[in-house]
Nanobody
Framework: VQLQASGGGLVQAGGSLRLSCAAS????????MAWFRQVPGKEREFVAA????????YYAHSVKGRFTISRDNAKNTVYLQMSSLKPEETAVYYC????????????????WGQGTQVTVSS
């Protein structure tokens, strides 16, 4: 599956942003989807994941209650709604896809989007 992330930009602290990740190729609905983020010089960090049917969602502790992951299998798209954003969440956000089961580790994700930059100003 090929992934294309979009929706990044500049937002003030406390603001909101919605990221999208459009998929093409193999059957999107058979993939667990996730969002990761990475700051230059640091390791990629898990943000959120969602099961194939959207019935289960998983979040990093730091974003729980502020971020919402969702998917629309009819549109082959996964979303990340982010609110109450903090300056330290400035990063490149990546969407990723894997099969069979959820994981918060980036290993095992077989497809990655190109990343979209999110900048949160203080």
């Amino acid at each position: 599956v090929q992934l294309q992330a979009s929706g990044g930009g500049l937002v003030q602290a406390g603001g909101s942003l919605r990221l999208s990740c459009a998929a093409s190729g193999r059957v999107f609905s058979s993939y667990f989807m996730a969002w990761f983020r990475q700051v230059p010089g640091k390791e990629r960090e898990f943000v959120a994941a969602i099961s194939v049917d959207g019935g289960s969602t998983y979040y990093a502790h730091s974003v729980k209650g502020r971020f919402t992951i969702s998917r629309d299998n009819a549109k082959n798209t996964v979303y990340l709604q982010m609110s109450s954003l903090k300056p330290e969440e400035t990063a490149v956000y990546y969407c990723a896809a894997r099969r069979f089961y959820y994981s918060a580790s980036e290993s095992g994700y077989e497809s990655w989007g190109q990343g979209t930059q999110v900048t949160v100003s203080s």
